[in-house]
């Protein structure tokens, strides 16, 4: 099973519990993954890319006049969160695969063959008689 198969199998699971488990997870998580892009991955991006400062990127749209403060677009921060996302994403997802796999490889342990009944143990017990003679 491809990984985008059990990522939509995934994100459709109707399964409430999952859910819940998940979102909470998620927004714990999401603090820590925000954190780490806004502070330790973006920084070295951004000085990579001559010093830049993604969270202070913007385009311009009415410049600010009087009391009235500028309108702007801010794509830097929409960078940021979706570097964010896509993390958690990720995150979550390995989390759930690993969990998947290994509640398959629990399915797929085979039972122990059941133990003969009486009847068939006697009627074996003879055959293995009638064989010596």
């Not at 859910?19 to 806004?38: E, L, P, T």
């Amino acid at each position: 099973m491809s990984m985008m198969s059990e990522f939509r199998e995934f994100a459709m699971r109707g399964n409430v519990v999952d859910m819940a488990v998940g979102i909470v997870i998620g927004g714990a998580f999401g603090k820590i993954v925000s954190s780490f892009v806004g502070d330790v991955l973006m920084p070295p991006i951004g000085m990579a890319l001559g010093g830049m400062d993604f969270s202070s990127l913007a385009i311009t749209l009415k410049e600010a006049s009087g009391d009235v403060a500028a309108v702007t677009l801010n794509y830097g921060t929409f960078i940021q969160t979706v570097v964010d996302f896509i993390i958690i994403a990720f995150a979550i997802f390995m989390v759930v695969k690993a969990m998947n796999s290994m509640k398959k490889k629990e399915e797929a342990a085979p039972a122990a063959p059941p133990k003969p009944s009486a009847e068939e143990a006697l009627l074996a017990e003879i055959r293995d008689l009638l064989k010596k003679d």
